[in-house]
């Protein structure tokens, strides 16, 4: 690239730039910023709950796993645990077995993210291109409110059932009032709020590194930004 080349590109990407700066810009020469929000979200949810769905997905994630609850002997648990609730083996085995559950929640919320995501709206897309590392991820997720939780719920209430070997049921019995059902709801919560920070993990990552996803409008806008 000579150097009049070189320094008809910078001139152009800070013009670009400036545009992206300027109040309730929705778009630059050929791109359009909603649409580019559009595919890094598509493009987040997709890895993230691609790794999510995996066997042992939640269990094995930085960003996801799912703790005990704390009547279960969860960190923050003061209480003083049953018997079988003091073996660090079985509270290993029972947060597994949760995590797996949680698993049957996510295959519930993906197809609903998608749709999510295809039918967003967005008001000043210029902002949530300038915001944070997760600002995409943290505006769909106040778009679609409790969605997920309550999609999820059914599909972990079933996983619970489905996984129970008899450790979630023996750690249930264990702990006065307290049910599959309350179980349920505190990994329904958990997870929730384990998808957003899976999807948000990834939108930081694809900001950071917008050409690995080779896709023109996302290296156009977000290299722009960066």
Same mark, same amino acid.
């Given at each position: ?40 979200? /598509? ?64 295959? !519930? ?27 995409? /991820? ?68 694809? !900001?950071?590194?917008?050409?690995? /996803? ?13």
């Amino acid at each position: 690239m000579t150097v009049q080349t070189s320094r008809r590109y910078i001139l152009l990407s800070g013009a670009a730039l400036a545009t992206l700066m300027l109040p309730g810009c929705q778009s630059m020469p050929g791109l359009s910023l909603t649409e580019a929000i559009r595919r890094l979200l /598509t493009i987040a949810s997709q890895n993230a709950f691609a790794l999510l769905l995996q066997p042992g997905g939640f269990y094995d994630s930085s960003v996801a796993r799912i703790s005990l609850p704390d009547k279960l002997g969860g960190e923050r648990g003061t209480g003083i645990l049953s018997v079988v609730l003091q073996s660090r083996q079985f509270r290993d085995r029972l947060q597994r077995q949760l995590n797996r559950a949680a698993e049957k929640g996510a295959e !519930r919320a993906a197809p609903l993210v998608a749709d999510a995501v295809r039918n967003l709206s967005i008001e000043d897309a210029a902002s949530v291109v300038r915001g944070g590392p997760q600002a995409a /991820t943290s505006f769909l997720r106040g778009k679609m409110g409790p969605a997920l939780l309550e999609a999820m719920l059914p599909g972990i209430s079933d996983g619970l059932r489905l996984f129970d070997d008899q450790i979630i049921s023996q750690a249930v019995r264990s702990v006065a009032g307290f049910d599959v059902a309350a179980l349920a709801q505190d990994i329904t919560r958990k997870a929730d709020d384990s998808i957003w920070a899976a999807i948000g993990l990834e939108e930081s990552a694809i !900001r950071t590194n917008p050409q690995k /996803t080779n896709d023109p409008l996302l290296i156009g806008v977000f290299g722009l930004t960066r």
